[in-house]
Each structure stands twice: as C-alpha cells, then as structure tokens.
C-alpha cells in the first residue's frame, strides 16, 4: 500500500514535509489563503480552517 494523500485533523505525517489545506470542492474554486504547516514524520496534523477542509502534501 502506498502512502495515503489526504489527510484529516489528528492524522499523523507520513513523512516530513510542507502540507496545505486542500478543500472538498475547491477543483473548479480553489482556495482562498489556504494553510500551510511543516511536519515533522510522525507528527500529527492540526485543524483546518473549516470542517471540509483536510491537509495534502504539497508538490516539490
């Protein structure tokens, strides 16, 4: 199994990494000043800035 791309409050980091909140509809809208946290691997996520918001690993 590979590592998994979306992540909800709480989850653990898979690896370390810069993560930004990602919205349920936000692919035709986007995000308007989405967060943006860096992660240690192991460290857990915090809350989003709305309840249909989760974190996702942002490109390199």
């Not at 990602?22 to 915090?46: A, C, Y």
């Amino acid at each position: 199994m590979g590592e998994g791309t979306i992540f909800s409050p709480g989850d653990r980091a898979p690896n370390d990494g810069t993560y930004i909140e990602d919205g349920v509809n936000s692919f035709h809208m986007g995000i308007q000043n989405p967060k943006k946290v860096k992660l240690g691997k192991g460290e857990r996520f915090p809350e989003t800035t709305n309840h249909e918001r989760k974190w996702k690993r942002m490109d390199h």
